[in-house]
């Protein structure tokens, strides 16, 4: 079984930081892409950044110049520095990745999610 546990999330004033953290556990042979979603009461998941396993990155357009993804493999690990945080950005952060189990196919795995709240 794999589990993803993040941490990180909290309250923070506008103009202030933030860095999640989520590490995968269990028998995992390889993580591809890892990411981190965000979402609002009655609005749908969005995608905020996500990485490859070679280091690619990709942002919405909305965490642009402000939100750095970075992975690290050895410890199958993912993290999200927020900067310069908006009250927009507040939300239920959630971890994903993509991870084959020993001797299993891919899957698509999520974390528990952890809430960031930003006041204006």
């Known amino acids: 079984q794999v589990q993803l546990a993040e941490s990180g999330g909290g309250l923070v004033q506008a103009g202030g930081s933030l860095t999640l953290s989520c590490a995968a556990s269990?028998?995992?042979?390889?993580?591809?892409?890892m990411g981190w979603y965000r979402q609002t009461p009655g609005k749908q998941r969005e995608l905020v950044a996500d990485v490859t396993s070679g280091g690619s990155t990709n942002y919405a357009d909305s965490v642009k110049g402000r939100f750095t993804i970075s992975r690290d493999n050895a410890k199958n690990a993912v993290y999200l520095q927020m900067n310069s945080l908006k009250p927009e950005d507040t939300g239920v952060y959630y971890c994903n990745a993509f991870i084959r189990t020993t001797g299993m196919a891919g899957s698509n795995y999520w974390g528990q999610g952890t809430q960031v709240t930003v006041s204006s």
């Open positions: 269990g028998r995992i042979f390889s993580i591809s892409a």
